[in-house]
């Protein structure tokens, strides 16, 4: 069973179309996580949420909009994709908001825009 | 704000030699710090964390990690390293606190281990 699980795997698309990437997790978790890693391999959050609310939101363009319809899905909406979108994006879960907690990273989605 | 350096981008090693990854933060108040491993293709994974007590961490597969907070270090090692050791390592650190819009974790650039045979 995946407990961190992301649709779809790869994902290659043209400039200024728009996508969206599932999320989903079965650990029961309350908080969930957007991560963006570069092609240096850098990883960087995007967004977390607490139950189903928005909690961190860190200077993404507004292209962006993640949405939870229920504290076991995260989706991340893409409008208008750039060049500079192309790169791995990985979800990740947690127990709750409490910083000890491990953090479960699903498989990544690697985004390519053309 | 917190910072991880991890000093080494890629380190070569051979198979079952020891090997040492570097890690320093930068924190005005004190952490919590991780090393997660991301195997090629794959989402990271813990390997282990250092939250308070004993300053030296052990984790899963063999690796170790010590505390050093007068150098504020938290360097990960492995007395003998296999092929299937063989990814990239990434240093992590958040404050200890609960909950917040302050709650995130601050990875490191990574270390690429390379294992030969």
């Known amino acids: 069973d995946t407990a961190v699980s992301q649709t779809p795997k790869y994902l290659v698309t043209q400039m200024g179309n728009d996508k969206s990437i599932k999320c989903e997790q079965n650990l029961g978790h309350d908080t969930m996580y957007w991560y963006k890693q570069d092609s240096k391999k850098f990883l960087k959050i995007m967004f977390s949420?607490?139950?189903?609310?928005?909690?961190i939101n860190e200077t993404v363009p507004n292209r962006f909009s993640p949405k939870s319809p229920d504290k076991a899905h995260l989706n991340l909406h893409i409008n208008s994709l750039e060049l500079g979108d192309s790169a791995v994006y990985f979800c990740?879960?947690?127990?709750?908001?409490?910083?000890?907690?491990?953090?479960?990273f699903g498989p990544g989605t690697r985004l390519t825009v053309l | 704000a917190q910072s991880v350096t991890q000093l080494d981008s890629q380190v070569p090693v051979f198979e079952e030699a020891p090997v040492e990854l570097r890690c320093n933060y930068s924190?005005?108040?004190?952490?919590?710090l991780f090393w997660y491993v991301q195997y090629p293709n794959q989402g990271l994974q813990l390997l282990l964390k250092y939250l308070s007590g004993s300053t030296l961490v052990k984790g899963i597969n063999g690796f170790e990690a010590e505390f050093n907070k007068s150098q504020t270090s938290f360097h990960l090692r492995k007395p003998s390293v296999h092929i299937s050791d063989t990814a990239e390592y990434f240093c992590?650190?958040?404050?200890?606190?609960?909950?917040?819009?302050?709650?995130?974790?601050?990875f490191g650039k990574g270390t690429l281990l390379t294992v030969n045979p």
């Open positions: 924190s005005s108040v004190s952490v919590y």
């Open positions: 990740a879960s947690s127990r709750d908001m409490d910083s000890y907690n491990e953090q479960f």
């Open positions: 949420y607490n139950n189903k609310e928005l909690i």
């Open positions: 992590a650190v958040s404050p200890p606190i609960s909950g917040g819009s302050n709650y995130k974790l601050t």
